[in-house]
């Protein structure tokens, strides 16, 4: 069987004096290049050293600063049939323990690394963690002293270890087979038509999916060059991605959703005209869900670089199938459809007209060939029908066969005889095209219905206000009842005046209880990068959760604060005797007023028209309840919860009151009166 370092032979072979990797530095300049015949020699010569430390077979810990210098240990590892684990380097203790854990678990007793690693760094790493049983070797010195003229390639069917970033818990260990890996590069190739003449630019984090086997593997197997920059260079200034995509005339490069947001957010438009992308084929975008939104503003804004809306390449993967499991597309564009925002009891989406004020979806394209995905409800575990949402699983022969050290019976689902994963995402099938919607636990279910965050998190970013969010996250917090939805928005900039927070708390907390009908639990306002993120720039959902309840956001202003500073009416008892005797308008207005601030917990807003909706002051379907609850109740009268959403509006229950109140009364009054 074909492994990886087939093909870094061939092509060693075909084109030896042909750059496999060029490094950028911060000014975009290539500042170290290195060539396939050299990257076949190097790679070869500390496999040598591996097999004379009898490390075949063995998983080994790769912890490196330098790209390059992981590359060759990686691609060593893969010729010398060792099980290489990467990860992270690790720069806080947070991050060590993360390290110490991957250790533990993968039971290494090897760390290979590279002499610009701290020394302090190593101590530290074996007093605090309890690591003194591995040993740690050095790759980019003493390399020599074994002979690499007879060492032939040794297979192994386990090509790599890929833990998990850990957006949603603690990392896994997904087992990739090398039969899997160049399945799975067969499948990105058919999808973005990469050749011997394409050049691929990354600047992801080599040692995760994406990077490694997108961009880093990817260009071995089909025998291109990859100029590379490091996260921070692309985070620190946008700027330089795209420069060096045109200085280079790069054909292939794209990241998650952020990155193109940055990009738009970061760069002026004077820097634009600088810049050509005629060149760029494929942009692809493998965040998830894709947000219509981020490619129509990128694609408008770099237009006039040459920038094509048929470039974005939407996909779908996960480290789970080795990398890719949609992404073919028959068309021109990547395909966008409006839905409705909320799905039908049986499930079904609503698919609305083009250009009407639905959601829009972006398609991850088709499931490629030797994939094959089944859409199953979670809660009657059978398979869904056209536009009906359920759980993502996959059958393939990219598809991890589980976790290392992990019993996998609850990550599949048998179907047809066959073993499907749970991807844990959710979404549907249209048009033979795959949508990803959310994630399966990325939802909060309050009052018995389930709410998606990313459908929030639309809602929020289409907010006149959403330029100024720096970024944003919903997630779920659990209350003494149920479960609460929290919203934590970073701002890009600080603003002294108090008063544009607190409108901004509020303008949030009306558009989702519009949207969905339920009230936010909080809304905070914090600073920019103040959201838990993993390495590669994901948000973390379950550390927000941890933030929020150890009071770890630096809050500028909450909801939970002027909830609790909310001037409380205190009296009632005035305002129900005038009432008694004279119910009219502003005595029911003012009464209103009243049990809204004391009873229903939402936050204050004297300046709201009596012709607003109930919706938009906070009142959802719950709180329409203990309103009426505590109207009936207080004034004897019997007014019904659907009659009120009906009215929906202050002033119509104004009236509604009013009304009732005076045939109460008239008829005390009145009584031989017969109305």
């Given at each position: 069987m074909k492994n990886i370092i087939y093909y870094l032979t061939e092509n060693a072979a075909r084109f030896p004096d042909k750059a496999a990797y060029h490094f950028l530095s911060d000014d975009i300049d290539i500042e170290n290049t290195i060539y396939y015949k050299d990257l076949l020699e190097t790679c070869k010569n500390l496999a040598a050293i591996f097999y004379s430390k009898d490390f075949v077979g063995k998983r080994v810990l790769l912890i490196y600063k330098d790209t390059l210098q992981f590359i060759e240990a990686f691609l060593a590892c893969q010729y010398a049939g060792v099980i290489p684990v990467p990860v992270y380097f690790p720069s806080n203790k947070r991050q060590f323990a993360k390290v110490?854990?991957?250790?533990?678990?993968?039971?290494?007793?090897?760390?290979?690394?590279?002499?610009?690693?701290?020394?302090?760094?190593?101590?530290?790493?074996?007093?605090?963690?309890?690591?003194?049983?591995?040993?740690?070797?050095?790759?980019?010195?003493?390399?020599?002293?074994?002979?690499?003229?007879?060492?032939?390639?040794?297979?192994?069917?386990?090509?790599?270890?890929?833990?998990?970033?850990?957006?949603?818990?603690?990392?896994?260990?997904?087992?990739?087979?090398?039969?899997?890996?160049?399945?799975?590069?067969?499948?990105?190739?058919?999808?973005?038509?990469?050749?011997?003449?394409?050049?691929?630019?990354?600047?992801?984090?080599?040692?995760h999916d994406m990077g490694l086997i997108g961009n880093i593997l990817h260009t071995v197997y089909v025998g291109c060059t990859c100029?590379?920059?490091?996260?921070?260079?692309?985070?620190?200034?946008?700027?330089?991605?795209?420069?060096?995509?045109s200085k280079y005339k790069i054909s292939h490069s794209g990241g998650p959703n952020f990155a193109y947001d940055l990009c738009v957010e970061k760069i002026d438009s004077g820097e634009i005209k600088h810049l050509d992308f005629s060149f760029w084929l494929v942009a692809y975008n493998g965040a998830e869900p894709v947000r219509a939104n981020t490619i129509n503003r990128f694609a408008e804004k770099f237009n006039s670089a040459g920038f094509r809306q048929g470039t974005f390449y939407p996909c779908y993967g996960l480290a789970e199938a080795t990398l890719l499991v949609s992404g073919k597309r028959d068309h021109e564009?990547?395909?966008?459809?409006?839905?409705?925002?909320?799905?039908?009891?049986?499930?079904?989406?609503?698919?609305?007209?083009?250009?009407?004020?639905?959601?829009?979806?972006?398609?991850?394209?088709?499931?490629?060939?030797?994939?094959?995905?089944?859409?199953i409800v979670p809660e009657t575990r059978k398979e869904a029908g056209e536009n009906e949402l359920g759980e993502i699983c996959i059958n393939g022969e990219s598809v991890t066969k589980g976790y290392w050290n992990k019993k996998g019976n609850e990550i599949f689902y048998e179907i047809d005889n066959k073993l499907f994963l749970r991807t844990g995402d959710m979404g549907y099938l249209h048009n033979d095209e795959l949508f990803v919607h959310s994630r399966l636990k990325e939802m909060v279910i309050i009052r018995g219905r389930n709410y998606y965050l990313n459908d929030i998190e639309e809602t929020l970013h289409s907010l006149d206000i959403a330029d100024e969010f720096h970024s944003m996250v919903a997630f779920g917090y659990l209350l003494e009842k149920e479960e609460g939805l929290v919203i934590a928005v970073e701002m890009k900039r600080k603003i002294n005046a108090d008063e544009t927070y607190t409108a901004t708390v509020i303008d949030i907390d009306n558009a989702i209880t519009s949207a969905f009908g339920i009230t936010p639990f909080d809304i905070i306002i914090t600073y920019p990068f103040s959201i838990p993120r993993t390495t590669s720039g994901k948000?973390?959902?379950?550390?927000?959760?941890?933030?929020?309840?150890?009071?770890?956001?630096?809050?500028?202003?909450?909801?939970?604060?002027?909830?609790?500073?909310?001037?409380?009416?205190?009296?009632?008892?005035?305002?129900?005797?005038?009432?008694?005797?004279?119910?009219?308008?502003?005595?029911?207005?003012?009464?209103?007023?009243?049990?809204?601030?004391?009873?229903?917990?939402?936050?204050?807003?004297?300046?709201?028209s009596d012709s607003v909706k109930l919706t938009e002051i906070g009142i959802d379907s719950l709180k329409s309840m203990e309103l009426v609850n505590t109207i009936n109740k207080d004034l004897k009268i019997n007014i019904s919860v659907s009659s009120l959403l009906q009215q929906n509006t202050f002033c119509e229950l104004i009236e509604t009151i009013e009304n009732m109140l005076w045939l109460k009364h008239g008829q005390k009054i009145e009584k031989g009166i017969t109305i």
């Open positions: 110490a854990e991957i250790i533990r678990d993968a039971d290494i007793n090897t760390i290979l690394s590279s002499s610009d690693m701290d020394t302090s760094f190593m101590k530290s790493m074996f007093e605090n963690y309890d690591l003194n049983q591995a040993s740690w070797l050095l790759t980019d010195i003493n390399i020599s002293g074994a002979s690499n003229s007879l060492i032939e390639p040794t297979q192994n069917s386990t090509a790599f270890i890929q833990y998990t970033s850990g957006t949603t818990g603690n990392a896994k260990g997904v087992v990739v087979s090398a039969e899997s890996l160049i399945h799975n590069q067969g499948l990105i190739k058919s999808c973005f038509k990469c050749t011997d003449q394409s050049k691929i630019l990354s600047w992801l984090p080599f040692q100029y590379i920059m490091t996260p921070s260079q692309f985070i620190q200034k946008p700027l330089r991605w795209l420069t060096a995509i564009f990547p395909r966008c459809i409006s839905i409705n925002m909320d799905f039908t009891s049986e499930g079904k989406l609503l698919i609305r007209p083009e250009n009407s004020d639905g959601k829009l979806a972006i398609s991850s394209g088709k499931v490629l060939e030797g994939m094959n995905v089944k859409i948000i973390r959902r379950s550390k927000c959760f941890d933030h929020y309840n150890n009071n770890a956001f630096e809050i500028l202003k909450s909801k939970r604060s002027l909830v609790n500073s909310s001037p409380v009416i205190d009296r009632k008892k005035d305002i129900m005797d005038e009432l008694a005797g004279n119910s009219n308008y502003q005595s029911v207005r003012s009464y209103l007023l009243c049990i809204i601030d004391s009873t229903t917990a939402i936050i204050h807003q004297p300046s709201f």
